[in-house]
């Protein structure tokens, strides 16, 4: 099967310190989270005793974070096209043995961030941009595009407030640079690893199925 992407931004993130000085003003950072699902294939799994066949993706989770000057949509469509352009070349690098040439990505409505013509445009030429590769870009019905992306966005968001409020072990992010190397380090603690699940899947053990465990994969990309 194709793989296919959901993606968003998520609400404009207040760099905001603990302490501030008089007449200050807070930074601010973009969050673009996508989440790839790949590689559906159907297994066996024993149930209580009873196998059972289920169906079966890998499911990685990128965030992008990005300066912004002040809160709005400014130019969001330059971001995700950039941030898009990464994804994919990250799953067609030459030891991956099973290239990903067909996307299906999906999205929201919104017009200054995926539904304007910068943004078809690039869909359009983005075979010439990495070749062999195409792209159908899908827009969800209006009000109904809430999914494990919005979600993803609040866990990183509430660790970004954790760390500005903890007086021992905290840490200040003062920009989007700052958040992507302190959060790389602390969204990995104590999750499983792909590996886990894989070994999981050989025992034919249902875990490897109702997985409870989001794995974070947090990138940098210089734009």
Not at 97 to 102: C, D, G, L
């Amino acid at each position: 099967g194709f793989p296919s992407m959901f993606t968003d931004f998520s609400a404009t993130c207040d760099l905001r310190a603990y302490m501030t000085d008089n007449s200050s003003q807070d930074a601010h950072a973009v969050l673009c989270i996508m989440v790839v699902l790949h590689s559906p294939r159907t297994i066996t799994v024993n149930v209580n005793g009873v196998d059972r066949r289920v169906k079966l993706n890998e499911c990685d989770v990128f965030h992008y974070f990005g300066d912004t000057i002040s809160k709005g949509k400014k130019n969001d469509h330059v971001f995700h096209n950039a941030c898009l352009l990464d994804v994919i070349k990250h799953y067609n690098l030459p030891q991956n043995k099973i290239p990903m040439t067909h996307w299906t990505v999906w999205t929201d409505n919104c017009s200054a961030q995926y539904k304007c013509n910068q943004n078809f445009l690039k869909v359009a030429r983005f075979a010439s941009t990495v070749e062999g590769v195409t792209i159908v870009h899908r827009f969800a019905q209006k009000y109904h595009f809430k999914g494990v992306w919005d979600a993803a966005g609040k866990v990183v968001k509430k660790e970004m407030r954790d760390l500005e409020l903890s007086r021992k072990g905290g840490a200040r992010l003062p920009n989007a640079l700052a958040c992507f190397l302190v959060l790389r380090r602390r969204l990995g603690r104590g999750i499983k690893r792909r590996n886990d699940y894989d070994t999981l899947e050989a025992a034919r053990d249902a875990k490897c199925w109702k997985k409870d465990t989001l794995l974070f994969q947090v990138e940098s990309l210089d734009t």
